[in-house]
């Protein structure tokens, strides 16, 4: 039976209030006035859902909580906190926690929560029993930027619940592996995620690609077919690009959502199924909605929860870390010896503006990969069209740009006198790039660069190039 709850809070009056309303409703209890002493029980004994307070004399709530999660990762656990307390609470305890309840709390809304953190321990029980492999990826996301912090924080909110999730977002920026995680950290995990790119199927077929249809439905249809709602069955069923939905379908999906159950193509027996929905689209669907393009209703039944994740260049920071993540991923699938970024080039690919967001980042680092003939890579290996990425009329400021972006850094980082550090560097560039236009000619490569030939042999000395 899952059915016993341990309190654990120095209040004595908040513990005798909990232990009366739980009792009441025919839930066994355990208090604990600290988390030293849940903690010499919990070897011995366990519970099925733990309800915590956080500020503790001796071990504190978070201290609790982390070997509570260590030694049982799937624990349901309540974190009570004064409101005061709540924001730095619940990025702390990123994602372990069942559920937060505010002090002071109403007493309903305690037992309530209680028994939603039963139910689940029991679903999980249950589940652990039967654990089929569903293929579900685990592919990691790379993001220490303020704004991917604030997705990360919104998966592990939302990782008890089955809630309707709407993700926004650049092409390319990752909607579809943030619905991966939120499915692989959600009470579905073990079962089917389906995903379905709105954009990728021919509007005829999209009904049946969705719903299905019965044998002899249409021309073609030789077989009776499951559509992804039956294959998502009882998981997460994600639907990308969902602002690219004909009229038709979406009316049809309304109807699903709302009733639990559809038909498939030429069927007259009703399918029910019990999906999550998790939809995604680069597109501004209030805009669509205004254009009459999206229905308003299905509009409002899918942003219940809403996920932005950023584009690319508005998360510079994480950049080479990503390329990183992608020059070892590139490596290990090819059998080579995954390559490292130089300085210059890492500036360079952190200020340029990546249009086609992570997924561009990840194909210029394939690319790379294969290409480049080095180990360490340089501005000059990148792909040519990188070179003239951006705006049309920028295209030649790249460089600037990324020269500003190194002088922003440098100062920030607290060096000085910057210019005796760019100027040689940039001097030596170019040389070293004219030089191997003219074949190592110092004579053609000085006319390249502007320069009589005593000026380019004097600095080719200066700046300690070998320049034969
Ligand atoms: N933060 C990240 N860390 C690691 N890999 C990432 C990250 N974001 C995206 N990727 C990778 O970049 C590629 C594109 O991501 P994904 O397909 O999720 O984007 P999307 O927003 O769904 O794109 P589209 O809207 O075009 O379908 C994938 O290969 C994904 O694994």
């Known amino acids: 039976m ?176 943030v619905a991966q995680a939120l499915h692989n950290h959600s009470p579905r995990r073990n079962k089917p995620f389906i995903a379905l790119n709105m954009a990728a199927i021919p509007k005829d077929l999209m009904e049946s690609e969705l719903f299905g249809h019965e044998k002899g439905a249409f021309t073609g249809a030789s077989a009776q077919r499951a559509g992804r709602f039956e294959q998502a069955n009882s998981g997460t069923l994600f639907l990308d690009e969902i602002g690219d939905m004909p009229a038709d379908t979406q009316t049809r999906l309304l109807r699903v ?52 994740i950023p584009r690319l260049a508005d998360r510079r920071e994480d950049i080479p870390r990503l390329v990183r993540h992608f020059f070892n991923a590139a490596a290990a699938d090819l059998g080579v010896e995954p390559k490292i970024l130089s300085k210059d080039a890492e500036e360079y690919l952190s200020g340029l503006d990546w249009p086609g967001n992570v997924r561009q980042l990840e194909n210029t680092c394939r690319w790379i990969t294969v290409m480049a003939s080095g180990r360490e890579v340089h501005i000059e290996d990148l792909p040519q069209e990188l070179h003239q990425q951006g705006n049309e009329t920028e295209t030649p400021l790249d460089w600037q740009k990324a020269l500003r972006i190194w002088a922003d850094q440098a100062l920030s980082a607290g060096r000085k006198e910057i210019l005796s550090e760019a100027v040689p560097a940039f001097e030596k560039a170019l040389i070293e790039i004219a030089l191997k236009h003219t074949a190592g000619r110092k004579r053609d490569a000085a006319d390249l660069l502007g320069w009589g030939r005593n000026t380019l042999t004097r600095k080719l000395k200066e700046l300690e190039i070998n320049g034969s």
């Not at 849940?38 to 001796?58: E, H, K, N, T, W």
């Not at 702390?92 to 689940?120: C, M, N, S, W």
């Not at 597109?283 to 929860?305: A, G, M, P, W």
Request: contains cysteine.
């Open 2 to 177: 899952s059915n016993r709850v341990w309190i654990i809070d120095d209040d004595r009056s908040i513990r005798w209030v909990l232990e009366r309303a739980l009792s009441r409703e025919g839930i066994e209890t355990q208090c604990y006035e600290s988390g030293d002493r849940a903690l010499d029980d919990f070897y011995s004994d366990s519970p099925d859902v733990v309800i915590s307070d956080i500020r503790m004399p001796g071990s504190d709530g978070f201290k609790l909580l982390e070997r509570f999660q260590a030694e049982r990762p799937g624990l349901p656990i309540i974190i009570m906190t004064a409101h005061s307390d709540l924001d730095s609470a619940v990025a702390a305890y990123q994602g372990g926690a069942f559920e937060y309840l505010p002090k002071p709390f109403d007493i309903d809304e305690a037992v309530a929560v209680t028994r939603r953190a039963l139910a689940h321990a029991k679903e999980q029980a249950q589940e652990e029993r039967a654990e089929p492999d569903n293929g579900a990826s685990n592919k990691e996301i790379i993001g220490e930027a303020p704004a991917m912090q604030e997705v990360f924080r919104a998966i592990g909110r939302l990782s008890h619940s089955n809630i309707t999730v709407l993700i926004n977002g650049e092409s390319g920026t990752g909607k579809e592996l």
């Open 257 to 308: 959502l709302a009733d639990g159950e559809f038909y498939r193509v030429g069927g007259h027996t009703p399918v029910k199924v019990d999906v999550r929905i998790i939809a995604a689209t680069h597109q501004n669907l209030e805009e669509l909605v205004r254009e009459h393009k999206f229905r308003e209703d299905l509009f409002h039944r899918l942003n219940v929860i809403r996920i932005h």
